[in-house]
């Protein structure tokens, strides 16, 4: 009896002890994966800071570099706020750009930040041209993942897969920007002129550091 009771005690005691001992490999596992996610992040933010100090050096204009720190709740998709304002030399109406290509365009600014509206905000529009034939059109946004390139004759030269940059017909906006790629091709309502549909070269609902181009 009093060694079947002797035991007993001794499993509890060897359950207790692989319980705790349980809790505490299962916290640093918790810790350690919090330091590999940790480091996951450091390393893609060193790769997007890399890329974008490069683009930064080589670009032919004179650019200020900027963190995106919020999106308003009303209008989560088209508009950020970057942590530059006009003490750092941002006015309305510049442009802004990161690695892969057109952000969007400066609405508003105060000392220390400014609002940039993207891309694909109804309210941008900026004229362009397909790299490959030179065809021009107007590309507007569309408050979704793509942009809408408008003004397009019934016999103008455009193919799925074209690349699409600025003119630099539109006040601000260099010529030769990346806006994206033709992924669809329709007629207008009309059936006097067509429209393409364009993937922006940037996704915009993950961009996290920007270059402004100072005019």
């Known amino acids: 009896m009093i060694t079947s009771i002797r035991r007993e005690f001794s499993a ?3 359950y207790h002890k692989n319980f705790i001992e349980n809790e505490r490999l299962k916290k640093q596992v918790d810790f350690l994966k919090q330091k590999v996610n940790a480091a996951g992040e450091i390393y893609l933010e060193n790769r997007r800071l890399m ?3 490069d683009l930064a050096q080589k670009s032919p204009y004179r650019v200020v570099a900027s963190r995106i720190i919020g999106r308003p709740a009303d209008s989560w998709s088209s508009v950020v706020i970057i942590d530059k304002g006009f003490s750092s030399g941002i006015r309305r109406g ?17 000392p220390a930040t400014s609002r940039v509206m993207l891309i694909n905000d109804p309210n941008l ?15 507007c946004g569309t408050l979704g993942s793509s942009l809408i390139m408008r003004y397009l004759s019934k016999d103008s030269d455009i193919k799925v897969s074209d690349t699409v940059l600025t003119s630099g017909l539109t006040d601000n906006y260099p010529k030769g920007l990346l806006i994206g790629t033709i992924i669809d091709i329709g007629e207008e309502f009309s059936g006097l002129s067509r429209y393409a549909v364009i993937k922006p070269a940037v996704n915009l609902s993950n961009i996290e550091e920007v270059l402004v181009i100072i005019q």
């Not at 990161?98 to 365009?105: E, F, I, K």
């Not at 041209?129 to 107007?138: A, K, N």
């Open 125 to 139: 529009c900026v004229s362009s041209i397909v790299s490959r034939s030179r065809q021009e059109g107007l590309v």
């Open 94 to 110: 510049f442009v802004v750009i990161n690695y892969l290509g057109l952000v969007g365009r400066i609405i508003d600014v105060t």
């Open 12 to 14: 509890l005691i060897f």
């Open 51 to 53: 890329a974008l100090f």
